[in-house]
């Protein structure tokens, strides 16, 4: 699983470039525009091909964007999840039950590890170094003993993904790794083909 991470500021060619990545396999999607207002996500949205819906996870106006768009579902960040504190799992539910999936994200493992809440899958971040944010350092987290679906995030790009997935990460999540690319696409393309290289070498018993 390789998730991409939209950028925060919207250029001319993001659209563009975004369906080329739908089209080359992109199939995790999160449309995270922090500094944006409802109308410039229905903006964003409108230009993108419905078809390609299924595989955007919003992290803004869930309920709205759920509401008047096909997309895959939403996406809750730690600070988000952690304000719904008892009702989490009701707020959680109010998607599933209409067949979005919501997924969170941790900074922490033990975070991670403790949720009692059932999501689709999560994100642990920082593993590396952040390639969009000088100042993050990365944690080089091991997973491999958190029975659930983890993605790694920070640091990810097509070098780094062989490592990550030594770590026990089941998928793994870019933004500069990608965005910041000379092409992103081609980018994309070999984070696709190091993960399933990876993937493929780490499902082998021992000693193959």
Do not use: C
Not at 18 to 26: I, P, T, V
């Amino acid at each position: 699983m390789i998730l991409l991470i939209s950028p925060e500021q919207t250029n001319d060619t993001e659209i563009q470039t975004l369906h080329q990545l739908f089209e080359a396999g992109l199939e995790y999607f999160h449309f995270r525009k922090p500094g944006a207002t409802l109308e410039e996500h229905r903006v964003y949205l409108d230009k993108v091909n419905p078809k390609y819906y299924q595989y955007i996870m919003t992290h803004n106006f869930p309920q709205e964007l759920t509401q008047e768009y096909a997309i895959k579902g939403i996406h809750l960040e730690e600070r988000k999840w952690r304000a719904q504190e008892e009702q989490l799992e009701t707020y959680v539910t109010s998607f599933t039950d209409k067949g979005f999936a919501v997924s969170s994200s941790y900074h922490e493992p033990e975070d991670l590890a403790a949720q009692k809440v059932e999501f689709a899958y999560h994100l642990l971040s920082p593993v590396f170094a952040a390639i969009s944010k000088s100042d993050m350092q990365g944690r080089g987290f091991d997973v491999r003993e958190i029975p659930k679906f983890i993605a790694g995030m920070g640091g990810i790009n097509a070098s780094t993904t062989p490592e990550a997935v030594k770590l026990g990460f089941q998928g793994v999540g870019a933004l500069g790794g990608v965005w910041n690319a000379d092409d992103p696409v081609e980018a994309f393309k070999e984070m696709q083909s190091a993960f399933a290289k990876s993937s493929l070498r780490d499902s082998r018993p021992e000693g193959e």
